[in-house]
């Protein structure tokens, strides 16, 4: 049982190119969530997911898409990657809503210059 | 308006203290939950401690536990007997029972003093 896991652990892009960041949960939960941690801050959402085929926006989704076209994976698009896109991105999953924890990847360090 | 206020970007404890880091937080949804992760130097988040809106005692883990304190709309989080090892980043969040987002605080940095 892996829990969640995120590919790659490290990437630079320059500016202008796209990429996608890669989420695997084998938990079988439903939900799952994208979040960018920028130095010295808080986690925010950018896109969850609340099940196959269902997607939505979270706080801060632009420059960003997603899909969920599996329960296990719920790849993040980076297009035109920009400097402000530098950032610890995580992946979380949870089985449903209330009084459920959030589950999370190591996370992925990008920078964009 | 901010959904989660933590006003302590740092503190510090002496090794076998207890240390409480204040979270404050805002919502008008009658059914939330409340959420506090350790995230330690090596980056992974890991989760320590659930409390809901309804629950009428007051949550604890080993030796954390959280002083929920409804009517100030505060979830403070306590640690008895600090260790070095809880030295991290910590975050307060939560969720509200109507929508599917978390909603995270800025953290607060513990660091235990020998």
């Known amino acids: 049982n892996a829990g969640v896991t995120q590919t790659p652990k490290f990437r630079i892009l320059k500016i202008g190119q796209s990429m996608t960041l890669q989420c695997t949960q084998d938990?079988?939960?439903?939900?799952m969530y994208w979040y960018r941690q920028d130095p010295g801050m808080g986690l925010k959402l950018i896109y969850y997911?609340?099940?196959?085929?269902?997607?939505d926006k979270g706080e801060v989704p632009n420059g960003y898409n997603v899909s969920r076209s599996t329960t296990e994976d719920f790849p993040l698009r980076l297009e035109l990657a920009a400097p402000s896109q530098t950032s610890v991105y995580f992946c979380?999953?949870?089985?449903?809503?209330?009084?459920?924890?959030?589950?999370f990847g190591p996370g992925t360090r990008l920078t964009v210059t | 308006a901010q959904k989660i206020t933590q006003t302590q970007p740092g503190m510090f404890v002496q090794e076998k203290e207890a240390v409480t880091l204040d979270c404050t937080y805002d919502?008008?949804?009658?059914?939330?939950?409340l959420f506090w992760y350790k995230q330690p130097s090596s980056g992974e988040m890991i989760f320590l401690i659930y409390?809901?809106?309804?629950?009428?005692q007051n949550a604890t883990e080993g030796r954390y536990s959280l002083n929920f304190q409804k009517a100030r709309k505060s979830a403070n989080l306590v640690i008895s007997a600090s260790q070095l090892g809880d030295s991290a980043m910590y975050f307060c969040?939560?969720?509200?029972?109507?929508?599917?987002?978390?909603?995270f605080g800025t953290g607060t940095s513990l660091t235990v003093i020998p």
């Open positions: 979380a999953s949870s089985y449903g809503t209330g009084a459920i924890e959030q589950y």
């Open positions: 938990m079988n939960h439903n939900y």
């Open positions: 997911s609340v099940g196959a085929g269902i997607t």
């Open positions: 919502t008008s949804d009658p059914s939330y939950g």
């Open positions: 409390q809901g809106s309804y629950d009428q």
């Open positions: 969040a939560m969720r509200e029972n109507t929508g599917n987002q978390f909603y």
